[in-house]
């Protein structure tokens, strides 16, 4: 069984930037495709960025492209995601998760198991 933990959220200006890492043990996850996800309060947990095993392919939700990018270091069983001018709309608890199975897009929760316990971030306006 693998454990995820997220760190790297916080306070943030709108307009700031921020580095979530999220640390895999139990096992190897570099076989694995990873991914991001965030809930906000009173809404459904949404995809916010993916990444295969290998780092060839990466996806992101329409509204963190080109904000946001997804990086992994398998030697470090670890992925980041940076988050560039940021807005108060991205304010959520930021869960990662390794994929169960083969998707054509790992853009669903349901490609994904294994989550961690999230890191709050919050941008203020």
């Known amino acids: 069984q693998v454990q995820l933990v997220e760190s790297g959220g916080g306070l943030v200006q709108a307009g700031g930037s921020l580095r979530l890492s999220c640390a895999a043990s139990?096992?190897?996850?570099?076989?694995?495709?990873m991914g991001w996800f965030r809930q906000a309060p009173g809404k459904e947990r949404e995809f916010v960025a993916s990444?295969?095993?290998?780092?060839?392919?990466?996806y992101y939700a329409n509204s963190v492209k080109g904000r946001f990018t997804i990086s992994r270091d398998n030697a470090k069983n670890t992925v980041y995601l940076q988050m560039n001018s940021l807005k108060p709309e991205d304010t959520a608890v930021y869960y990662c998760?390794?994929?169960?199975?083969?998707?054509?897009?790992?853009?669903?929760?349901?490609?994904?198991?294994?989550w961690g316990q999230g890191t709050q971030v919050t941008v203020s306006s």
């Open positions: 998760s390794v994929a169960k199975r083969y998707s054509s897009s790992y853009s669903s929760a349901a490609d994904f198991g294994s």
């Open positions: 990444i295969n095993w290998s780092s060839s392919r990466t």
């Open positions: 139990g096992r190897t996850v570099s076989a694995s495709a």
